[in-house]
């Protein structure tokens, strides 16, 4: 009875190409479905066999008279994660979570596993990190990687409804964007390379181009911290778009945000509800957005016992008691210019502040949005390129976004795993991404 599927399927409508998540288009019809083994018991003339399928999970029951005793022998030879195809009645059943179980009539077994490593019990997580590609079969992971998804496909969505292009910026660069302390270097031929930090200096070229643009890829840091926020390689979405000032670039920002949340709440609720998240402070993010000045988080931390004075950066803990005295995302703008990457442009009103803006995620899940208004200024942005020793020849394609043409211009990026990690509520980034990559961390 082998019946593959069809590559051209969508699952809906066709009893052939059923999926979990469709079943109920289907009741009292005949389905073929194509799954593994999640759960398995068996007793005597009866068994249940729940079948994940990537969409859902199923209970199927099979039954000696139905299936004959040699059909019904090779039943018990399934084990966790066998892989099958079957056929078989959609009927109601009041008991399923799904309101929905098959009575098998036929099946097909493609493949009986040994035992699979990742059982029932209780594992540590260096196991199962060393079991990523296995762990990721779990309910658990399933659930987190389709909120992933919607979040990535909401960042789309955002972006090509409101008039951006799409700009994909290369992952191999010449120079630095983020400093040079997390640069990671790989031969290029005869010369050397970096892998990119961020697509910002070349989103910035291609919204002179363009206008309204956006970069989204992966990005890499040698980052030597091993926190619950760090990734070696995590994705970022970088808007970049000409004539906007920090203002505007603050808009943008809430405003995405916004959407992108409120989305993913609706469209996952599922998986959210299955993952124990609570909704109530998601549904609360809504602009406006608090927006406070550097100097005014250095007073909330003085006051909180968090002493702080004028020039100092922010860590997570620091993140985490600014963010508690709001209820939603809380933008902190103005930072010392000292502090900030060589672009970012000197303030009008105070030569001591660059026009730049976080974003600090409440629930202490940190910084999820760095950005700013760019250096537009030619004299200006050379200066800053010799104070944080910069070598001015690797810059001069970008130095000439400033001789041809230069406008005000700003932007800003967005971390995926951190705004995943904040939205299912999970405590640290490894989970939120299919294979992560860490300090320690590079298999499988
Ligand atoms: O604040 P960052 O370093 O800003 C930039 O890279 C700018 N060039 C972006 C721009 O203006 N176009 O990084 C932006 C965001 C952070 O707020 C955080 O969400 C995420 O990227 N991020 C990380 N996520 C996981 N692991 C890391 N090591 C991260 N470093 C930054
Ligand atoms: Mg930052």
């Given at each position: 009875m082998k019946k593959l599927r069809r590559a051209?399927?969508?699952?809906?409508?066709d009893p052939e190409n059923a999926t979990v998540d469709q079943i109920s288009l289907f009741d009292q019809k005949t389905v073929t479905l194509r799954g593994w083994i999640a759960n398995f018991r068996s007793s005597g003339k009866i068994a249940f066999l729940q079948i994940r399928d990537g969409t859902g999970i199923i209970q199927c029951v099979g039954d000696v008279q139905e299936l004959g005793p040699e059909k019904f022998e090779k039943l018990k030879a399934l084990t966790l994660e066998s892989s099958l195809i079957v056929e078989g009645v959609v009927r109601k059943d009041a008991r399923s979570k799904i309101g929905y179980e098959i009575g098998l009539k036929d099946f097909e077994i493609l493949n009986i596993s040994p035992e699979f490593p990742i059982g029932n019990k209780e594992h540590g997580v260096a196991f199962l990190m060393e079991h990523r590609h296995l762990w990721l079969r779990s309910s658990r992971q399933v659930a987190l990687l389709r909120v992933r998804s919607e979040v990535i496909r909401a960042i789309r969505d955002y972006f090509d409804g409101r008039g951006f292009y799409l700009m994909d910026s290369p992952i191999l660069t010449p120079n630095a964007c983020e400093g040079t302390s997390t640069l990671f270097e790989t031969p290029y031929f005869d010369d050397k390379a970096y892998l990119t930090q961020s697509g910002q200096l070349y989103g910035e070229a291609s919204a002179l181009a363009l206008g309204k643009i956006y970069v989204f890829g992966p990005t890499f840091r040698a980052e030597k911290s091993k926190t619950r926020r760090h990734l070696t390689e995590f994705w970022m979405v970088e808007p970049e778009v000409a004539f906007m000032d920090i203002y505007g670039d603050m808009d943008l920002a809430e405003d995405f945000v916004e959407y992108v949340v409120q989305r993913t709440i609706k469209n996952r609720k599922t998986e959210l509800e299955y993952l124990e998240r609570n909704l109530e402070p998601l549904s609360r993010v809504r602009k406006p957005f608090p927006r406070i000045t550097y100097e005014a988080a250095i007073d909330i931390l003085n006051k909180n016992g968090k002493p702080a004075a004028f020039g100092d950066d922010f860590g997570g803990d620091e993140e985490t008691v600014i963010s508690q005295q709001f209820d939603r995302p809380v933008m902190i703008h103005?930072?010392?210019?000292?502090?900030?990457?060589?672009y970012m442009k000197q303030s009008e009103e105070n030569p001591k502040l660059a026009a730049c803006v976080d974003m600090i995620a409440p629930e202490g899940y940190g910084e999820i949005i760095g950005g700013g208004q760019r250096e537009d200024n030619m004299e200006k942005l050379v200066k800053r390129l010799e104070e944080q020793k910069l070598p001015k020849e690797a810059f001069e394609w970008y130095l000439d976004l400033r001789r041809f043409g230069s406008v005000p211009h700003a932007g800003f990026g967005l971390g995926v795993e951190r705004t995943v990690a904040w939205i299912t509520g999970v405590p640290h980034v490894r989970e939120t991404i299919p294979f992560p990559r860490m300090m320690e961390k590079i298999f499988p």
């Open positions: 051209t399927d969508s699952g809906r409508e103005h930072y010392p210019l000292a502090i900030k990457a060589f």
